[in-house]
């Protein structure tokens, strides 16, 4: 099954700053590259995502960018804000439509004001 | 927007005692699913069902388990006799026919 790595396991920066968190998987034939954000006490939201065919995906503050021959794909926010504070999973999905998410272990961004 | 509702919020229970959690999914999806998060963890895959039928499920998901699409819009997780360790965050999803999985609210379930 499809084993996957998230770094750093927590990050603190300052306001105004960059974020960048790494996901490696393994499953080669995984297609789908997906980043949610987790608020304290909420289920997982979908920021932003990518497929295979792109390297790389932008939505104004946040971008991901994707390595298929390295197998991996990273998560970059912009001009930090305190609001951006929370925790990101990266979660790839394999080749079969319906095979369910399997996510890192999270990162926890504080964004320090 | 439409999104995925689930209830009870919060539930506590005893150990060996039976709870359903319940999610009503966005109306026009297809795919359903339950993952659990124990605090402090990663979530974690439990159960997917389409067409009426689960169609993979992980370790986690034992005989103490079990799903049903009882009327076409809600879709229940049952634990039959919880134990300590169930004790953990659990989120329904769905998703249409793209990979992107809507996430409920989830439902904070304790055991006792």
């Known amino acids: 099954g499809e084993n996957v790595e998230q770094h750093p396991s927590t990050l603190s920066v300052q306001e105004g700053d960059s974020a960048v968190i790494k996901c490696t998987y393994s499953d080669s034939a995984s297609n789908y590259f997906p980043w949610y954000k987790q608020e304290l006490g909420k289920g997982p939201q979908l920021i932003i995502d990518i497929r295979s065919n792109v390297g790389e995906k932008k939505d104004q503050r946040i971008a991901v960018t994707l390595n298929k021959t390295a197998k991996h794909f990273s998560l970059h926010i912009t001009e930090t804000q305190p609001e951006d504070s929370a925790v990101y999973f990266c979660?790839?999905?394999?080749?079969?439509?319906?095979?369910?998410?399997?996510f890192g272990k999270g990162t926890r961004l504080s964004v320090i004001a | 927007e439409p999104e995925v509702t689930q209830t009870p919020s919060h539930q506590v229970t005893q150990m060996g005692q039976e709870v359903i959690l319940r999610c009503v999914p966005i109306s026009n999806h297809l795919y359903f699913y339950w993952y659990r998060q124990i605090l402090g963890q990663k979530v974690e895959f439990l159960v997917s069902?389409?067409?009426?039928?689960?169609?993979?499920k992980s370790e986690i998901f034992d005989d103490q388990f079990s799903v049903e699409r009882p009327d076409g819009s809600n879709f229940t997780l049952k634990i039959r006799s919880t134990k300590l360790e169930d004790s953990a965050m659990y989120f329904c999803a769905s998703r249409l026919t793209e990979n992107e999985q809507f996430f409920g609210p989830g439902t904070r379930l304790t055991v006792l």
């Open positions: 979660a790839p999905l394999g080749s079969s439509g319906n095979t369910p998410l399997v």
């Open positions: 069902f389409y067409n009426n039928e689960i169609s993979e």
